[in-house]
């Protein structure tokens, strides 16, 4: 047979070039509505950056007025006297109190909420792991003074035999070594223990969240290979929850650097520095802040606003930190899963 008047196949049609694709394609607004929620978003952004510009500089001020007044250096002193003569104030106690409340508080909280979210995720049958979810999430409800009445009247008496216990066979550490045995356990380490309590829901619901969201495909290749439970969570989950993990403890030590009125409850106040943290005294940021505001004077006030620039800027630093650490491990965020 003579193929050569046979027609060629039909050619596919030349693609279309890139002004011609659509207006909603090349990212341009095409309706009203997508211009305004644009400008919603801009200006949402923007206002949240002039109040924190607006927050740093207004501590700023007030701090530069008593930094400029104050007899002694501000970062390492031990006393709180601004109303002397001269006035002399410093936070090296306030900072002390306030990071090891807070590292004592998260060493006690973050494994005890990666556990209960692991329980609640992986472990737990369904008709336990709603109510129990259910009931964390009240506890986050729970406002600070009812965690502070509760630390004080119930916490700290019970509490004692523990210090004790700490006292009698930890005490070589000096950590856990008590300068008074009959008083009450009204000192630092209660005040982690009781921080650790407070954020335990907010770590173990964001926890669960993120585990909740790893790829099943990676668990069931796993567990059809013949990997354990254990070993699923393991390899799967834990590396693909770390970035939420870190998240989720940046903002239970958020809570716990700036938690004020179930500190200011359970803490005896006292400008003492000791190595001692079962021994009454010491203090924080804003336990300070709360207990000294009323009473002080404009140049008292100052100070105090002193204190919590230095607070603020810890705070930012942590969550800086906490940005930084999750970039760097972008590969476990669950972006590209």
Not at 52 to 81: C, G, H, K, Q
Not at 123 to 145: F, G, H, K, T
Not at 212 to 217: H, I
Request: proline share 7%.
């Amino acid at each position: 047979m003579d193929l050569s008047h046979t027609s060629p196949p039909p050619t596919a049609p030349p693609p279309t070039p890139p002004d011609s694709a659509p207006a909603a394609v090349k990212g341009r607004a095409v309706h009203p509505g997508d211009k305004i929620f644009r400008g919603l978003s801009r200006g949402s952004g923007i206002t949240l950056l002039v109040i924190m510009a607006a927050i740093a500089a207004f501590l700023t001020y007030r701090a530069s007025i008593a930094l400029s007044a104050n007899s002694v250096d501000f970062l390492t002193a031990f006393e709180w006297n601004p109303q002397g003569d001269p006035p002399a104030f410093g936070i090296g106690i306030l900072a002390f109190g306030t990071v090891v409340s807070s590292v004592i508080a998260m060493v006690i909280a973050v494994p005890v909420a990666v556990g209960i979210a692991l329980f609640i995720s992986h472990y737990a049958p369904r008709r336990i792991a709603a109510p129990l979810a259910y009931v964390i999430d009240l506890l986050a409800a729970v406002p600070s003074i009812i965690y502070g009445l509760w630390g004080a009247l119930f916490l700290v008496p019970y509490l004692d035999g523990l210090t004790r216990w700490l006292d009698q066979f930890l005490g070589w550490t000096t950590l856990f070594e008590m300068s008074n045995p009959g008083s009450p356990a009204r000192s630092i380490f209660t005040v982690g223990i009781l921080l650790a309590i407070m954020i335990l829901p907010i770590i173990t619901n964001v926890c669960r969240e993120v585990f909740l969201q790893a790829p099943k495909m990676y668990e069931e290749a796993a567990l059809a290979l013949g990997a354990t439970r254990w070993e699923v969570i393991r390899m799967s989950v834990l590396p693909f929850g770390r970035s939420g993990i870190i998240s989720a403890s940046m903002l239970g030590l958020g809570r716990a650097l700036g938690e004020t009125m179930a500190v200011a409850t359970v803490l005896s106040p006292g400008f003492v520095f000791t190595w001692h943290l079962l021994d009454p005294g010491s203090g924080t940021f804003a336990q300070n802040i709360a207990a000294k505001f009323n009473e002080a004077d404009e140049f008292g006030r100052d100070a105090l606003i002193a204190s919590g620039l230095v607070l603020f800027v810890i705070t930012l630093l942590v969550n800086g930190a906490a940005r930084y650490i999750i970039a760097r491990r972008k590969e476990y965020s669950g972006a590209d899963a």
